[in-house]
């Protein structure tokens, strides 16, 4: 793991051929675009941030390769040969009958959404997603949390976190009735937990029960390949075997998949919607003219779709894989040494910071996870983003704050972006930020929109 830790024995598999400036802006520069932003790392100008990790969403940097297919856009509106393409790749790589374009992953969230969900059903799923649970909800579901206890425990060292608890799902069957749970909404690697991953046993556990109940199984797909990446290092009989086959037989015990391309198929824009029901297929084909746009390109343009093709053969390949998930590693094993609370063991796409630890003193009412984002950006310009009870909004019933148990920052590492004397610099601030935690106080919500609130509401410092 570097010279810190003795021999390193790998590094990225490419090397940099153009490259954007970046630069730290001062103290006060930073107090005030800070208060500006209303202590929310959302409403931050980009050019007040040195080292961007917000999220790894929409912000890996394309290959030559991509580039040049951006080249070769086909911007008819209908056929494009670039949607073809794509829907090759998917089909290919994931195994799925029927590929849907979206503008992202929200876009086919709603899609799929829509098309199964009715009113007064329940989804269960291994922990919410905020822009998943609110389709649902909207859709006339309720989300129900069938994820294993450990997933909610940032000191649990499972390997498995992300896995479904059959006895919890079991107990939603018993207690409201098969016929209203339209499908187990699974997803790989969980981002709330922290990008804790599911098992291949446990996925052919759940298509059996599944099954037996004729409950359908739709794959959150976003970050599928960091979750291969942990089933080839962690479970038994799957080391010798390619991201690519793993992948492929993952999908293979589920009906359908949502995937926001912005994250593993290392493009900045783009998501998909695929499914193997005909009927299912059909419904969210009519719907998709409505909101996105034909179904041949479902609101991206041809060269969008062309990188993304070309992203999807890319991202998975194993040592581009491999090199991401240890540039994460990289940065909490820095961290772990110098005893900073974080969510263990480390998972694919972020290190989160485990604020309840991090500021004891801190009640959850006033937002420790939200205030970490603060302090850290003020010391150093780096942007992360809140992942506590800011993200996890309001009961739709009783109208109260939800507490999630996992209270966290998360910093969230761009594919193919930053070094490894990013990650240093970034370790070292949080050290900086730690070593004056007892002083810090925290703030008070100002501003709340409706829908999402983490990405707009606004804040003040308590004095
Ligand atoms: C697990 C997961 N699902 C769905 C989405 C939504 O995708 P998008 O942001 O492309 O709409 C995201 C985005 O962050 C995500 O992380």
Not at 67 to 76: K, P, R, V
Not at 82 to 97: D, K
Not at 183 to 205: E, F, I
Request: with cysteine; aromatic share 10%.
């Amino acid at each position: 793991m570097g010279q810190q830790f003795g021999r390193r024995s790998w590094a990225e598999p490419w090397k940099i051929k153009m490259v954007e400036p970046i630069c730290m802006i001062t103290p006060e520069e930073r107090l005030k675009a800070c208060r500006e932003a209303g202590y929310n790392t959302f409403l931050m100008r980009s050019e007040d941030v040195y080292i961007d990790l917000l999220t790894d969403s929409g912000t890996s940097a394309m290959s030559d390769r991509q580039w040049a297919g951006i080249m070769l856009g086909d911007e008819a509106y209908a056929g494009s040969r670039n949607f073809y393409h794509l829907e090759e790749a998917v089909q290919n790589y994931y195994g799925y009958q029927y590929v849907i374009p979206t503008h992202q992953g929200r876009g086919a969230e709603h899609l799929i959404s829509q098309a199964t969900i009715n009113q007064g059903d329940y989804i269960p799923g291994n922990m919410y997603f905020t822009t998943t649970r609110l389709h649902q909800e909207l859709a006339g579901g309720t989300f129900v949390d069938v994820i294993i206890d450990e997933g909610h425990d940032p000191t649990d060292l499972h390997p498995f976190k992300g896995n479904v608890d059959l006895d919890k799902l079991q107990a939603l069957v018993d207690k409201v009735g098969a016929d209203k749970i339209p499908y187990v909404s699974l997803a790989g690697t969980v981002n709330m937990a922290g990008g804790q991953p599911v098992s291949m046993a446990n996925v052919r556990d759940l298509r059996a029960f599944c099954d037996r109940y004729d409950i359908r199984i739709y794959l959150d797909a976003t970050r599928m390949y960091e979750n291969a990446f942990f089933i080839q290092e962690r479970e038994d009989g799957y080391a010798s075997k390619s991201i690519a086959e793993i992948l492929k037989e993952f999908c293979s015990y589920t009906d359908a998949a949502w995937m926001s391309a912005k994250k593993d198929h290392l493009v900045n824009i783009g998501g998909w919607l695929a499914v193997n029901d005909a009927d299912v297929a059909e419904r969210a084909r009519n719907m998709v003219v409505v909101y996105e746009g034909l179904h041949t390109y479902g609101g991206m343009a041809g060269r969008d779709m062309e990188a993304l093709a070309i992203g999807i053969a890319e991202g998975i390949m194993d040592d581009h894989v491999a090199s991401r998930v240890r540039q994460v590693r990289y940065l909490g094993k820095l961290l772990m040494d110098w005893d900073i609370p974080i969510v263990e063991p480390v998972g694919g796409h972020a290190i989160f910071l485990d604020a309840k630890r991090f500021y004891p003193h801190i009640p959850q009412d006033h937002f420790p996870a939200q205030t970490l984002t603060a302090q850290l950006y003020l010391d150093s310009g780096v942007r992360s983003m809140e992942r506590g009870v800011v993200s996890a909004g309001r009961d739709p019933e009783t109208g109260a704050h939800r507490y999630p148990a996992l209270e966290l920052t998360r910093l969230t590492i761009p594919r193919r972006v930053y070094t490894q004397a990013h990650m240093d610099v970034v370790a070292e601030s949080i050290k900086a930020v730690y070593d004056v935690r007892e002083a810090t106080k925290g703030l008070q919500m100002v501003f709340e929109p409706e829908y999402l609130r983490f990405f707009q509401a606004r804040f003040e410092p308590l004095t």
